[in-house]
C-alpha cells in the first residue's frame, strides 16, 4: 500500500478503554488523515494533519484525537471508546498534485468495541 | 457546502455486460473528481482521476469517467465487465482552493459481476 502502514490491523476493545491507531508513511508527505468506514455512510474524515504538530478536525471528530510528533507518524485515539466506534479506520496521505488533493490509503485497522 | 451522491448502492450485472455507476456532485467552486475502488477486505485504490483539461478520463483496468460540468456528474462506465471487477467504488469530489481536508467521498456503489 504505497509506504503506508496501518497497525494494528485488528483490535477487539471493550467500552470505556483507551484505543490508540498508528499509521505510518515512508513517502514523506506532509498530509495525512484519519478516515473511519462505515457501511451506508462512506468514508467520513475524523481528523487531519498538515505537519508536525499541525491538525485539523473533520467531519466527525468527537471523541478522536490525533497527535503528529513526527512527519512519518500519526496517530489516532480513542480516550474512552463507545460502541458507537467500532468501525473501520483508514489513514490516508497526500501526494498534492496543482492543488489537487490526491490520497492514497493504508489497509485499513478493524476496530470493534463490545 | 459539497456534497456528492452515488445513485446506486448495488449494481449486479452479468460477467461481459456493459456498466455505469452514476456520481453526482454540488459545489460553488472549481472542482476535481476521483473514483476510488475497494476489493473485499482492502484498503482504497485509485481508479482514475479528473484534476482538469480533457473530460473524458481513463484509468486502470479499462474503467473511464466523462466529466460532465452542466450536469454536475462524473459517471463510471466500462464497456465489458469481468468478474474481477466485483468491489466497491466510491466517488469523491474536492475543490481547488478549499482547505486539505476537504475532499468529500459519496457512500459508495457495490458492484456485483455475475457469470
Known amino acids: 500500500d504505497a509506504g503506508i502502514t496501518q497497525s494494528p490491523r485488528h483490535k477487539v476493545t471493550e467500552t470505556g478503554t483507551p484505543v490508540t491507531l498508528r499509521c505510518h508513511q515512508t513517502?514523506?508527505?506532509?498530509?495525512m488523515y484519519w478516515y473511519r468506514q462505515d457501511p451506508g455512510h462512506g468514508l467520513r474524515l475524523i481528523h487531519y494533519s498538515y505537519g508536525v504538530k499541525d491538525t485539523d478536525k473533520g467531519e466527525v471528530s468527537d471523541g478522536y484525537s490525533v497527535s503528529r510528533s513526527k512527519t512519518e507518524d500519526f496517530l489516532l485515539t480513542l480516550e474512552s471508546a463507545t460502541s458507537s466506534q467500532t468501525s473501520v479506520y483508514f489513514c490516508?496521505?497526500?501526494?498534492?498534485?496543482?492543488?489537487?488533493?490526491?490520497?492514497?490509503f493504508g489497509a485499513g485497522s478493524r476496530l470493534t468495541v463490545l | 457546502a459539497q456534497s456528492v451522491t452515488q445513485l446506486d448502492s448495488q449494481v449486479p450485472v452479468f460477467e461481459e455486460a456493459p456498466v455505469e455507476l452514476r456520481c453526482n456532485y454540488s459545489s460553488s467552486v472549481s472542482v476535481y473528481l476521483f473514483w476510488y475502488v475497494q476489493y473485499p477486505n482492502q484498503g482504497l485504490q485509485l481508479l482514475l482521476k479528473?484534476?482538469?483539461?480533457?473530460?473524458l478520463v481513463k484509468g486502470i483496468n479499462g474503467f473511464e469517467a466523462e466529466f460532465n460540468k452542466s450536469q454536475t456528474s462524473f459517471h463510471l462506465r466500462k464497456p465489458s465487465v469481468h468478474i474481477s471487477d466485483t468491489a466497491e467504488y466510491f466517488c469523491a469530489v474536492g475543490d481547488y482552493g478549499g482547505s486539505q481536508g476537504n475532499l468529500i467521498f459519496g457512500k459508495g456503489t457495490k458492484l456485483s459481476v455475475k457469470p
Open positions: 513517502e514523506n508527505h506532509r498530509y
Open positions: 490516508a496521505i497526500s501526494g498534492t498534485v496543482t492543488g489537487a488533493n490526491v490520497l492514497t
Open positions: 479528473y484534476l482538469s483539461g480533457s473530460t
